[in-house]
């Protein structure tokens, strides 16, 4: 499997996710923003997680212009799979290869500490590993994760099964940490090949650093 990770001025979790893929089995490679191409060989390209462009404007506002920007999008409308991480995340609501849309934190605090999540949507290529229901403890640190989408939108992400992950506490009771709509952590696009987290899976890869739970997020990609 090849992984491609998009680098932004400002992207710090690159390394991370480096790490993690290729702790799986995956070749990886680091594509800066100004590339026009990506490897043809790439399963998966991840747009990681940091402060792209320092989050001026709005996070992943100046970064969905970047010219990776156009061979990510293509890479998607081709059916390739995209996952966006954090910033990853944002900058995808940014380009509209997501729904919704990323603000300021509901407290208006940078939070930073590991958060459970419920999975509500695993019949996708990211979460096939993990049933419904399933609890998992990951990382999250932002100040704009707070997801929102409005009503008819959020309908639209029901009736297709778009929504992948609901933040939670231990026992799978909604507990949210930003003021997301309906406590949402994570969302596909309609196609099911574009998925976009706030919470850090890439964090989650060895219980000595307080939970590996993500390695069944992200080996999801490699069943697929």
């Not at 990382?139 to 704009?144: G, L, M, T, V, Y």
Request: charged share 20%; hydrophobic share 40%.
């Amino acid at each position: 499997m090849k992984v491609s990770i998009i680098q932004f001025p400002g992207t710090n979790c690159e390394y991370d996710t480096q790490y993690a893929f290729e702790k799986l089995g995956a070749a990886t490679e680091l594509v800066w923003h100004k590339e026009t191409k990506i490897a043809d060989d790439t399963d998966l390209v991840v747009v990681a997680g940091g402060f792209s462009y320092g989050d001026y404007l709005r996070s992943g506002a100046i970064a969905r212009f970047s010219p990776v920007m156009q061979a990510v999008e293509a890479h998607a409308n081709r059916g390739g799979k995209v996952l966006g991480i954090c910033n990853g995340f944002q900058v995808l609501t940014e380009s509209r290869l997501l729904p919704g849309a990323l603000k300021r934190n509901e407290h208006l605090h940078f939070i930073s500490r590991h958060h459970h999540l419920k999975v509500v949507g695993n019949e996708n290529a990211f979460l096939n590993k993990l049933d419904k229901g399933d609890v998992v403890n990951i990382p999250i640190a932002h100040h704009d994760g707070n997801y929102y989408i409005d009503p008819d939108g959020l309908k639209a992400l029901y009736d297709n099964d778009q929504v992948l992950l609901h933040y939670c506490d231990a026992e799978g009771s909604i507990s949210n940490p930003n003021g997301s709509v309906d406590a949402i952590a994570g969302v596909c696009n309609a196609a099911k090949n574009v998925f976009g987290l706030m919470p850090h899976p890439e964090r989650a890869m060895e219980a000595i650093l307080g939970s590996a739970d993500g390695k069944a997020m992200l080996e999801g990609f490699f069943a697929s």
